[in-house]
């Protein structure tokens, strides 16, 4: 085992390959692994890297290959269905923990494996991509700017681009589920696009037309608690404000959305789409990042970034904090990427640019 390798899983996934083809960039080199032989194949005799073949179900395969690597770059969703069999074995074979999950469900239950972690000297962290890095990132920038916040709004609207089949898959698997904040420290259900905003982004995108959010369950509602303390969280994304009434309905389908039927069309559609954004979609691509913390004197803070395309920026930031991990930098147990590697974390990935923080 040279000390730049690490196991890949999900490797021939549409952000898994862009993680594999770009980790030289970062001077490491994955194991690509996943179930399907075909493909994982392939992929690693295109880019002439090792590669293993076996099924997450398969313990003793599983437990196997783990004990040979220091480190899973976990990149197989849905995550909700896989994170709780990688997680385990990386425990039991004590194996760094990474992932590249959003889903607040995830998280959470992450977090319940802390002192198993801590007890075998390693770290679990999920939301290594998009999801959480760069809203983690500006969490963390608030709170330090300022330190008694009780409330923190975080938002983020993506420009060009578009959805790979995995995020996809992961958006049918909630249909129905609703919405998510954090109150007085506790996380609660609250209808999808319960509330909507305006926010303007002119000094990142150059473009004096603000753009309307709305609220969404975000891994942040689990993360930045975390990560700051802030007892309460919303969490928003872009959306037009016809699509934002038209949610104001969907309580009354929430039943239909959530039957097997409904979410098995819409895999079917899937299913027939591209596995995702083209290179050049993704070059032409960005996200704007907005954050605001507020104190009981209401006092406030805000700031705002622009950032890569997700896709891109997950597979950068998930190779820099893995390369950090095997570098010997990390704390046992379960962490979050800012609340471990700090406000600035979102910086080292090419093409990020964070505002100064406002006072009012």
Same mark, same amino acid.
């Given at each position: ?31 690509? #692994? ?225 039957? #097997? ?76 990427? #800012? ?17 100064? #923080?406002?006072?009012?």
């Amino acid at each position: 085992m040279q000390p730049n390798q690490f196991l890949l899983y999900g490797a021939n996934g549409y952000t898994g390959q862009l993680i594999a083809a770009l980790s030289g960039t970062y001077k490491l080199q994955p194991i690509l #692994a996943g179930r399907n032989e075909v493909a994982v194949k392939a992929l690693a005799a295109e880019l002439g890297l090792p590669y293993q073949v076996f099924d997450l179900e398969d313990t003793a395969r599983l437990h196997e290959v783990l004990a040979t690597v220091p480190l899973v770059l976990h990149a197989a969703g849905p995550f909700q269905q896989t994170a709780r069999q990688m997680i385990t074995a990386c425990i039991a074979t004590n194996t760094h923990y990474i992932d590249i999950t959003g889903e607040i469900p995830v998280f959470e239950m992450a977090k319940t494996y802390h002192q198993q972690a801590v007890d075998g000297a390693i770290m679990i962290m999920p939301g290594v991509g998009f999801d959480v890095v760069p809203t983690d990132c500006m969490a963390l920038f608030l709170k330090n700017k300022l330190p008694d916040a009780v409330s923190l709004q975080l938002a983020f609207v993506s420009m060009g681009g578009g959805l790979s089949r995995g995020t996809a898959t992961t958006m049918v698997m909630s249909l129905g589920e609703g919405g998510a904040v954090r109150e007085e420290g506790i996380i609660v259900t609250r209808p999808l696009g319960h509330k909507g905003m305006w926010i303007d982004f002119s000094e990142v995108n150059n473009n004096p037309k603000p753009y309307f959010v709305m609220t969404i369950p975000w891994g942040d509602i689990s993360t930045a608690f975390h990560t700051t303390g802030i007892p309460n969280i919303e969490t928003y994304t872009g959306i037009k404000p016809l699509v934002f009434h038209l949610l104001k309905m969907q309580q009354g389908f929430n039943w239909l959305l959530k039957t #097997a039927l409904v979410k098995k069309f819409a895999l079917k559609k899937i299913n027939q789409q591209p596995t995702g954004p083209s290179s050049v979609k993704r070059a032409a691509a960005s996200s704007m990042v907005w954050g605001k913390a507020q104190n009981v004197a209401g006092n406030s803070v805000w700031a705002s970034m622009r950032v890569k395309d997700g896709y891109t920026l997950t597979a950068h930031s998930s190779l820099c904090i893995a390369h950090k991990i095997l570098s010997g930098n990390l704390t046992p147990g379960f962490q979050t990427p #800012a609340g471990q590697y700090g406000e600035d974390l979102i910086l080292e990935i090419p093409e990020t640019r964070r505002t100064p #923080a406002h006072y009012r």
